[in-house]
């Protein structure tokens, strides 16, 4: 759920990262597209190896994880893609709901002949990595968790104005979110960019569509998560005003086998806003639990 820059919102293959490439030497990023059920799914990739995949927020797109894929891609095969509905992946009128989220991101997977994979969400891609590991566990790997949605009551304690502004519809709706979800004011200031790009993203149908799904509780992990196995590490900015602290530590609390990694004087996307720490904490992670 993030909001800016906008870019807002089957197998036993062991997940293991490449030995260490030189950090000076910059991993290629390759933009490709994959047909899912008929639609077509943009993505970036780049490194090799274990694969990782990152996933999104509402409203946004790839272009969020460019500050942590060089360092990532250095040890891992990832993958950012654009979800259904965002960026440069076809926009279909669907039935937009996290479950659908879900869908698309097994079948992404299946095309790429991805049989096991380590899941890195944020904000609405934590909610739909965290949904994912519960319906296919025997295909996720570890979990990571950044400031992520799922649980029904974000929406039911969400003040209105922030609920609608979530909607991105309006400067008025940038300028309120920017403080919200974002620790410093650098992240937020142009506004007439930030609405330029919500004016040409195009994918407001999909933004309402998910909304109103989350507004009536749809696709929960409440009461849930206690089933997860996978490691999983729950990452949170502790500044985020936007999804509080207090659900990252209540998914920690849920998850058996999690960590919780806190990022001081950081928001919601702690991979924009701070990412020499987000990667250190990934990383990191990944190589307690290879």
Same mark, same amino acid.
């Given at each position: 759920?993030?909001?800016?820059?906008?870019?807002?919102?089957?197998?036993?293959?062991?997940?293991?990262?490449?030995?260490?490439?030189?950090?000076?030497?910059?991993?290629?990023?390759?933009?490709?597209?994959?047909?899912?059920?008929?639609?077509?799914?943009?993505?970036?990739?780049?490194?090799?190896?274990?694969?990782?995949?990152?996933?999104?927020?509402?409203?946004?797109?790839?272009?969020? @994880?460019?500050?942590?894929?060089? $360092? &990532? /891609?250095?040890?891992? *095969? #990832?993958?950012? =893609?654009?979800?259904?509905?965002?960026?440069?992946?076809?926009?279909?009128?669907?039935?937009?709901?996290?479950?659908?989220?879900?869908?698309?991101?097994?079948?992404?997977?299946?095309?790429?002949?991805?049989?096991?994979?380590?899941?890195?969400?944020?904000?609405?891609?934590? @909610?739909?990595?965290?949904?994912? $590991? &519960? /319906?296919?566990?025997? *295909? #996720?790997?570890? =979990?990571?968790?950044?400031?992520?949605?799922?649980?029904?009551?974000?929406?039911?304690?969400?003040?209105?104005?922030?609920?609608?502004?979530?909607?991105?519809?309006?400067?008025?709706?940038?300028?309120?979110?920017?403080?919200?979800?974002?620790?410093?004011?650098?992240?937020?200031?142009?506004?007439?960019?930030?609405?330029?790009?919500?004016?040409?993203?195009?994918?407001?149908?999909?933004?309402?569509?998910?909304?109103?799904?989350?507004?009536?509780?749809?696709?929960?992990?409440?009461?849930?998560?206690?089933?997860?196995?996978?490691?999983?590490?729950?990452?949170?900015?502790?500044?985020?005003?936007?999804?509080?602290?207090?659900?990252?530590?209540?998914?920690?609390?849920?998850?058996?086998?999690?960590?919780?990694?806190?990022?001081?004087?950081?928001?919601?996307?702690?991979?924009?806003?701070?990412?020499?720490?987000?990667?250190?904490?990934?990383?990191?992670?990944?190589?307690?639990?290879?």
């Amino acid at each position: 759920m993030s909001i800016l820059p906008f870019a807002l919102l089957i197998g036993l293959f062991a997940i293991a990262p490449c030995a260490a490439q030189e950090e000076t030497t910059a991993t290629p990023k390759i933009d490709k597209f994959v047909t899912v059920y008929g639609a077509k799914i943009h993505y970036v990739e780049a490194g090799s190896c274990a694969p990782v995949i990152l996933i999104h927020g509402l409203a946004d797109n790839v272009t969020i @994880w460019d500050p942590v894929i060089p $360092a &990532l /891609a250095a040890r891992f *095969r #990832v993958i950012a =893609l654009d979800q259904i509905g965002f960026g440069r992946s076809d926009k279909p009128l669907l039935n937009y709901r996290v479950s659908t989220l879900v869908d698309f991101l097994d079948g992404f997977l299946t095309e790429l002949k991805i049989e096991r994979a380590s899941l890195v969400g944020n904000s609405l891609g934590g @909610w739909v990595a965290a949904a994912y $590991a &519960l /319906a296919h566990p025997e *295909r #996720v790997e570890r =979990l990571v968790l950044s400031d992520a949605a799922g649980y029904a009551a974000l929406a039911k304690t969400m003040d209105s104005r922030a609920l609608r502004a979530l909607r991105v519809a309006s400067r008025d709706d940038i300028r309120y979110l920017g403080p919200l979800a974002f620790h410093d004011k650098r992240f937020y200031q142009d506004v007439d960019a930030a609405f330029k790009e919500r004016v040409t993203a195009g994918d407001s149908y999909t933004v309402a569509q998910v909304l109103d799904s989350m507004i009536r509780g749809d696709d929960a992990l409440d009461n849930k998560l206690q089933t997860l196995k996978q490691p999983t590490l729950v990452l949170w900015g502790r500044e985020d005003k936007l999804i509080p602290l207090s659900f990252g530590e209540q998914f920690h609390r849920e998850i058996v086998n999690s960590r919780l990694r806190i990022i001081d004087n950081c928001g919601h996307m702690p991979q924009l806003e701070c990412p020499n720490e987000f990667s250190a904490a990934v990383l990191k992670f990944f190589s307690d639990t290879k």
